[in-house]
């Protein structure tokens, strides 16, 4: 029996305590967006620290000024040196009532079929999918007191709320993150039996506009006309971003953005995907953007805008006939190639600033900022990766695009000069940002038993 | 001396009783709206009913499905019969923090210049209003023991959210509210110095829209542009509901509403309104609205459509990159002449559902429907309450229209068969719907002496 085989029988065997160690971390509300949370935060990543302490690693909680990273090493002189790169900060749960039960309190739920998951907020995004590395680590702690290779982790506490103060850090800290290649565990599988490592990511630009009009909440009877309201103008640049094929009107949007190649498309089409599949998982059936480009195309190649958040005047129950002094929107462009998310902004506040009548202003708020990110598949790293996935799945490993962003991604790749492969066990059902969260208990076991053989095959 | 005069000095000698009555009145937090305070409100309606009591009216609670009416009559023969109506409601006081102190606990405020204030909710709208005239009642009941003429006072308890009782119970209680003439204290001075009736209301047509995509909260990485997002939606609606001249786009919307004549016109440039003045006062010097049209024009002649309340997706602290489920918008109409609330509720519905793609839905939830409503001002009822209004003020009452809906002023002249006598002692910066609502010591002082003096010219 290999050590690899010992590791995987350790891992089978050990999966309950592994259950046991992600149920404590899911119950530390590290919702890193609100201040209400951060002593939370902070009291999760002591636990992390103490985890990996636990395991032989040189960890510990490093101060930023905002949320603090956890950074663990495990000295060893031989083989590929690894970063692992995780978040253990979470979204905010809400709407609460949506949730079938306590946001935080882990529950393992058997379906009629037999299958299990975790449901929590964080049980995938991204405490579920980070512990899959950990555990890996682990294992191979228990059965060889060893690690195959060299290996960093890095923690941050800041991934769902900007992550405005991990670009400092991976400056500070740049010596002791050297390493041969970065791994990253916050993606999805192609589907549930097809291991994938996303190869491109979206960059990211994030900005909260406030619409200021009069001094005070008017009287609609009084002033309706007569003054300016916010939410009418607010509603005029959320309509008019988009022209009516779909496309983004903010001027030079589209620069730096090539049409995606037949050879990318022709393999996009290989994989099987259904648009009305996709959709009507959640409710919808008519693809929304760009019109003539298909949703693959959409959420892999093309940029979009989208309103994550708006509101103006009286919201709760009844009616208030309101002219509201205030109204705000959060809006996120999600970006590809060769996009400058800084020229982006800039652009469009122009934009929003053209809209603005004469006696109201505009104020923006930045959230974030991120180029997006495409790797080069033919390096060492992602093929040992890809056989090591589709050795355990028993299905090849498929190299694909990635909707989301990871801005990290982009960080290491030009800071740290790294390649970065991302693998992920979440599934396009894992309801990530959403109520009801999950991940799949196969995503999980399945998932420490893929890095284990990742870390012996790099 | 006078019984007149009488009655006038006893209100100069009571005024700080009159105030403590006020004061507790204000202090029950009757928020017609907010179900939470249902029985505040009912408790609100009791103190009115035992007050009303307490100076000779037969008076109780009557109960509707909603909140309660008190109805109080003061038996007497002889003399015009009046109908005074207000209302014991009061708008929600959120956002609470906007506040200089508790929105609930009324304190009296002197300015400089030596002026004096009541700051609290419904300090104005309407408690202070309608206490005016209970307190000229109290003061003629206890100089003369009874009152110029008989009186029946209507207090209604939902005009804040909607008033979807009160056709029902003026329907049910026709023979007991029979009077001569209609009187409600719920408008506003035409400045500090110039008491005024007005003549015309606007009507009402309030919705709230509520637009449905996926069936749960997304994630905009993986869902951006290929899902619906029903922000966006939203946004569109509501732009496209305004042309780029400020015309209301809804078709058949303007059916029914007249250029002004030339004689109105003339009448309202001679009250020397100055739009800087007024739009400045609340930090605002640009007229919205269609293009071409005065202020006054926009806001007592022409319908208006406004946003009162808008919201989707996550409006928290930070960010999250969600797309929402669901996103709603509070709209409300202001309607002119013969515009027809549910004609033009209808054309609403059709516009938005046009605009909502085949995988979404739209629901709506009806608020509350009234016509405008016009005056002829050569009835006696309206000549001897000018010359009441301009003895006690030193200057002539002014005739003047009002932008805002008062939807029982239209029910009492379609159901009750009587002319409506709208006079008031607010102020435009009474911030009636706002933190910081107040209600000037002069209106409330010389309102009472106003009503005291129409008792007796009626």
Redesign the interface.
Known sequence: MSDLDKVLAHIDADLDHALDRLFQTIRLKSI????AYAAETRACAEWHAADLQSIGFDASVRDTPGHPVVLAKHHQTAGTRILFYGHYDV??A?PLE?WDGDAFEPVMITHDDGTKEIRARGAADDKGQLMTFVEACRAWKAITGSLPVPVTILLEGEE???GANLPGFLESAKAELQADVAMICDTNMWDKETPAITTSL?G?C?E?IFVH?????????????????P??I???V?????DAE?RITVPGFYDGVPEPSQALLDGWGKLGFS?AA??GE?????????RGRS?LE??WS?P?C???????????????????AV????I?F?LVFDQDPHKIRAAFRAFVRERI????RVEFTE??SGRAVTFEVTAPAFQNTQKALSDEWGKEAAFVG????IPVTTMIKEKLGMDVVMAGFGL?DD?????NEKYSLTSFHKGIRSWARVLAAI
């Open positions: 890193s967006t609100d201040p979204q905010p809400d949506l769902e709320s900007g979206r990211l994030a909260e009009a009069s001094d005070r909440d008017l009287h609609s009877g009084f002033y309706g006309s007569a003054a300016a309201n939410n009418h607010l509603a005029r959320i309509a008019d971003l988009r779909g648009e996709f959709l959640v409710g919808l059936s008519v693809p929304a953007g760009e949703v959409q959420t093309r979009t989208e309103v994550n958040g708006m509101t103006g005047g009286y919201t709760g129950d009844g009616f208030k006939t309101v002219i509201p109204a705000s929107a959060k996120s999600r009548p004469a006696d109201c959230f974030g990635g909707g989301g962003s396009s309801r990530i940002h959403s109520p």
